[in-house]
């Protein structure tokens, strides 16, 4: 199993940024990818972004795409999230989580992780 620590997240105003990370332990090595995804108040969790432990692939949700970068330092056993140009809708509870071998890269969903941590929030003010 893989354990999962999110850090970083808080407050901002729309159109700022912010840097959220993932610290892992344990069974890193069953996993092919680690990646993001959020879920706010009422609804369903949604997909965020991903990248392979070689960091060599990522694949981002459309609503993101362009102002989200995800990134790893395999020496850390880190994912980062860095967040640009912030939405109020980007307002969600952050989770991190690993993604197994065998999963459909360009059709990942929320569905497809497989451990995740406790969580962090991040709150965009308009």
């Known amino acids: 199993q893989v354990h999962l620590v999110e850090f970083g997240g808080g407050l901002v105003q729309a159109w700022g940024s912010l840097r959220v990370s993932c610290a892992a332990s344990g069974r890193t090595f069953s996993s092919y990818a680690m990646g993001w995804f959020r879920q706010a108040p009422g609804k369903e969790r949604e997909f965020v972004a991903a990248i392979s432990w070689s960091g060599g692939s990522t694949y981002y949700a459309d609503s993101v795409k362009g102002r989200f970068t995800i990134t790893i330092d395999n020496a850390k056993n880190t994912v980062y999230l860095q967040m640009n140009s912030l939405k109020p809708e980007d307002t969600a509870v952050y989770y991190c989580?690993?993604?197994?071998?065998?999963?459909?890269?360009?059709?990942?969903?929320?569905?497809?992780?497989?451990?995740w941590g406790q969580g962090t929030q991040v709150t965009v003010s308009s």
């Open positions: 989580g690993d993604i197994p071998y065998g999963s459909s890269w360009y059709t990942l969903s929320a569905a497809d992780f497989r451990s």
